[in-house]
């Protein structure tokens, strides 16, 4: 793989159930975000990680939790999901330990919560 | 609060130039970013300045007004794939990126 990957591409999901939405990175960068984007809405973070063993919130992080066990993955988790978390999620990653920290996306995954 | 303007849509035609322009006013000021986003797929990144002034990359500049709390980005002979939506992004005192809406630019023949 080159880049960033995210699991799965698109799904939809009933109200209440849990989700993990997978993203892996093989660029060894050691920060890491999850952003949401919905129409006519910015990109919004949801969580983030500046380095492996660390996670920290953005701005929409309520009904969402991340791990980063490593340098490559970061899941992002719904415990119960609502019908306001449909969206397209986004992952990314920077190398943080200089030049302009550039943020790099994955493909995106689709979620639709009914 | 943080806040990013952009025009929500512009329309251009091929082989013409189109200015694209973001005003914001965040909490500190790290750098900002332009990136494209086509339809249905992830933003990628155009662009980047943090001092004043014009950076150029082929067809496309991007400029900087720190004082004004303004940007553009310039697209030059427009070709029908630069049809996409245009991001603005400002990094702040927290080093968080703060995303505009985006700028749909339509591009016609």
């Known amino acids: 793989i080159a880049g960033i990957t995210q699991a799965p591409t698109s799904q939809i999901l009933a109200a209440g159930r849990r989700m993990t939405l997978r993203c892996t990175q093989d660029?060894?960068?050691?920060?890491m975000y999850w952003y949401r984007q919905d129409l006519g809405l910015g990109l919004r973070l949801i969580h983030y990680?500046?380095?492996?063993?660390?996670?920290g919130k953005g701005e929409v992080p309520d009904g969402y939790s991340v791990s980063r066990a490593n340098t490559d993955d970061f899941p992002l988790t719904l415990a119960s999901a609502v019908p306001s978390q449909t969206s397209v999620y986004f992952c990314?990653?920077?190398?943080?330990?200089?030049?302009?920290?550039?943020?790099?996306f994955g493909p995106g995954t689709r979620l639709t919560v009914l | 609060g943080q806040n990013i303007d952009q025009p929500t849509e512009m329309t251009a035609t091929e082989g013409a130039i189109v200015q694209i322009n973001c005003t914001y006013q965040?909490?500190?000021?790290?750098?900002l970013f332009w990136y494209q986003q086509h339809a249905g797929e992830a933003p990628t990144f155009l662009s980047y300045?943090?001092l004043d002034g014009l950076e150029e990359k082929g067809r496309f500049s991007s400029f900087l007004s720190r004082s004004k709390g303004y940007s553009y980005l310039l697209l030059k002979e427009l070709q029908m794939k630069d049809s996409a939506s245009y991001l603005c992004?400002?990094?702040?005192?927290?080093?968080?990126?703060?995303w505009g809406a985006g700028t749909k630019l339509i591009i016609k023949p």
């Open positions: 965040t909490s500190g000021f790290n750098g």
């Open positions: 990314a990653s920077s190398d943080s330990q200089g030049g302009t920290d550039t943020q790099y």
């Open positions: 660029m060894r960068h050691n920060a």
């Open positions: 300045n943090v």
């Open positions: 990680s500046n380095t492996a063993g660390t996670t």
């Open positions: 992004a400002v990094r702040d005192s927290n080093y968080q990126l703060i």
